[in-house]
């Protein structure tokens, strides 16, 4: 159905699409505001469907992790504002921003919204100020705009509800009949980029801001059922919120979406095509690593503190050995939630040469026969696998899918790993990286596997170290096995 054109002459119709989904409204107001189609992307739906979630109760806590310029705010703040004071004129919501320039230019962009002559005509909102830091509607709700680390006095986010009401006792009895008209959705807290990008690495700033919320910004609900909504690049490990996650996690529905992300073909693909093709993301992730997997990828993690922190050579082509052997090791998955992780590698005089990598918490029916497959175009020639937990049986079942392919090369050497496995990765680490060569963009071909990688830490709670045990092994088994000579294959 057309938005814009003659198709919606009920007026009620269009004002009921309107308040259905946060996507809907954008859409319509931003075609008569702009004059042009809001561009949308896979991000913007998933989006819109947590917001409306928000609007109906179903979410209090919502964290949405995205890159800068690709429609956030746009859907996020200054819509969600003019959809939720359309829901409920009486709606009081907060909006915190790094500066109080940008929550003053979001609080501005909203009073247009509400103001633009197609807004109007759907919905009975009228405001009784135009100040960009506070302002009201003539039914009692507003906003106030303000930066993430100033004073926010004389304002609370949301409607009291009846049983807090009913706590607070006579000093708000005579709320009573008003507050019986009220219905649904009340306001909420939105807090969009609380931190200047520039500031991130400092740990003063960031523990400013983290500090501002707990002592002062979650305290500014009018109840306890009030959404708070955070939308932020993420910037570091320890920021709004990382904090928050980390004393908290069960509280806040996350939603995060890297710039680049991996179809179900394993192929790489760009989030939005129309803001950065898949080609100009790959050029800002050469400019600076760091900066892109942090604030493009949602991905922070420290400078410090990696175990692989000198992180590894890449190879074109294999140089010429005359002692050399195509190797696998396969750690097979101990639990529901673990990975297998199978490496094939060319182990030389000097060095081991990842050729390919399974990575994955598929189950057997998968795992066997991909492990079947990779062992025999990489002609692999010994495969080492642990016993522990099935990985016996995971053997003669891989061996026999490799008989099956007419894979008859491939040696199979299974054994039970009795060793601490946080020891021997730890104290092995220095050896893997000395030793282990990988292929020129290896983050693209196998990215589960590289991300796993280079993030694990030294100390702390890492949530896998499959990835690691397996790359460990490779260099454990280093001279263990019949070499052959294969000068010249290279």
């Known amino acids: ?42 991000h913007h739906i998933e989006i819109s469907n947590a917001l409306q979630k928000v609007l109906r109760g179903e979410i209090t806590r919502l964290m949405i992790n995205i890159a800068p310029r690709f429609g956030k705010t746009e859907l996020a703040v200054k819509n969600l504002v003019a959809q939720g004071l359309a829901i409920n004129p009486a709606a009081k919501f907060i ?12 609080s501005a962009e909203i009073q247009s919204i509400i103001l633009e002559p197609a807004y109007q005509r759907l919905f009975n909102v009228a405001l009784t100020s135009r100040s960009t830091k506070k302002w009201y509607t003539t039914e009692g709700g507003g906003l106030y705009a303000v930066s993430s680390g100033g004073q926010v006095t004389g304002f609370g986010a949301g409607l009291v509800d009846r049983e807090e009401e009913e706590e607070l ?36 700033v960031r523990e400013k801001v983290n500090n501002k919320f707990d002592t002062t910004i979650r305290n500014r609900v009018n109840s306890r059922r009030t959404p708070i909504i955070i939308i932020m690049q993420r910037l570091h490990e320890n920021d709004l919120c990382g904090y928050l996650l980390s004393q908290e996690p069960d509280e806040w529905t996350v939603l995060s979406f890297p710039s680049i992300y991996t179809d179900e073909n394993g192929e790489e ?28 990828m949602q991905d922070p993690k420290p400078r410090e503190g990696l175990l692989y922190s000198l992180g590894f050579r890449e190879y074109e082509v294999i140089p010429q050995s005359r002692r050399a052997i195509r190797k696998n090791y396969t750690d097979t998955a101990d639990e529901g ?13 000097t060095a081991n040469y990842i050729t390919d990598v399974l990575y994955t918490q598929k189950g057997m029916e998968f795992t066997e026969p991909e492990t079947a497959k990779m062992l ?41 790993q009795s060793q ?35 993030q694990y830490m030294k100390t702390g709670n890492n949530k896998q170290d499959d990835a690691q045990d397996a790359l460990t092994g490779t260099v454990e088994w280093r001279g263990k096995g019949v070499a052959q000579d294969l000068d010249g294959v290279f």
Request: charged share 25%.
């Open 269 to 296: 693909q760009a989030l939005w095509p129309f803001k950065h093709t898949l080609e100009e993301l790959k050029n800002l992730r050469e400019k600076n690593s760091f900066v892109f997997d942090t604030q493009y």
């Open 337 to 349: 939630k673990d990975f297998l992780c199978s490496i094939c590698y060319v182990e030389t005089e």
């Open 420 to 454: 601490n496995k946080q020891v021997r990765i730890f104290t092995r680490s220095a050896e893997v990286q000395n030793l282990t060569f990988m292929p020129v963009g290896w983050q693209r071909m196998w990215p589960q596997f590289y991300k796993a990688i280079t």
């Open 169 to 204: 006792g006579e000093g708000v009895h005579s709320l009573e009949s008003y507050l019986s008209d009220m219905e649904g959705f009340g306001g909420a807290i939105i807090i969009d980029d609380p931190i200047k990008p520039d500031d991130a690495l400092s740990d003063l």
């Open 95 to 106: 909006h915190l921003s790094y500066s109080d320039d940008l929550a003053r230019d979001n």
């Open 1 to 42: 159905m057309s938005i814009n054109g003659g198709t919606y002459r009920d007026i009620d119709v269009m004002r009921t699409w309107c308040l259905d989904n946060t996507l809907n409204f954008t859409r319509y107001m931003f075609k008569h505001r702009f004059k042009r189609k809001f561009v949308v992307g896979r």
């Open 376 to 416: 025999s175009r990489n002609q692999t020639q010994m495969a080492i696998i642990e016993s522990n937990n099935g990985g016996r049986s995971f053997a003669r079942a891989v061996e026999q899918q490799c008989r099956i392919m007419g894979n008859n090369t491939t040696s199979f050497k299974w054994f039970h």
